[in-house]
């Protein structure tokens, strides 16, 4: 049987203007910059704390 990874959709819904540095520095890590831009991460504990960093900025569906 396939090891299958789960992965996780992430959006950009909200601005990064007038965040933290270290909440863009995320959101880009993410590869998140302009708004409605999406990306497919990896679901493990370092991409569920990023998330949690910038909860407020983004959407995440299961992919």
């Known amino acids: 049987m396939a090891n299958v990874e789960k992965t996780l959709k992430i959006t950009l819904v909200r ?23 999406s990306t497919l991460q990896p679901d493990n504990a370092a991409t569920q704390g990023k998330i949690k960093k910038i909860t407020h900025l983004v959407e995440v569906t299961k992919a």
């Open 15 to 37: 601005s990064l203007n007038s965040c933290l540095k270290d909440q863009i520095a995320t959101a880009y890590s993410l590869g998140l910059r302009k708004i409605g831009q």
